[in-house]
């Protein structure tokens, strides 16, 4: 059973920068891609990032390419999502996921932090 606990959410104004961090804990982690998902109000919830144990399995939408960037330290069990550049659209609860990374469906996930990108 893997656990995932999100924090660095907050309030940001248009152009800053946040980091998001997800603690895993639980399962064999490195047999797990660990991803970013975003929902925004009255919207569906979308991918934002992904990463893999190796950095080849990466993976970024692009509505946030070039701003975000995902990465994961292998040793403390944590994935990062670095947001620069942030815009009122970024404003959503950002989630972390994690999948055995043979499966399509992302089966476990955190509660949720809440980003907000306002001036």
């Known amino acids: 059973q893997v656990q995932l606990v999100e924090s660095g959410g907050g309030l940001v104004q248009p152009g800053g920068s946040l980091r998001l961090s997800c603690a895993a804990s639980g399962g064999t982690l490195n047999m797990y891609i660990i991803a970013w998902h975003r929902q925004a109000p009255g919207k569906e919830r979308e991918i934002v990032a992904a990463?893999?144990?190796?950095?080849?399995?990466?993976y970024v939408a692009d509505s946030v390419k070039g701003r975000f960037t995902i990465s994961r330290d292998n040793v403390k069990n944590t994935v990062y999502l670095q947001m620069n550049s942030l815009k009122p659209e970024d404003t959503a609860v950002y989630y972390c996921a994690a999948k055995w990374r043979g499966n399509a469906d992302y089966g476990y996930w955190g509660r949720g932090t809440q980003v907000t990108v306002s001036s």
């Open positions: 990463r893999g144990f190796e950095a080849a399995v990466t």
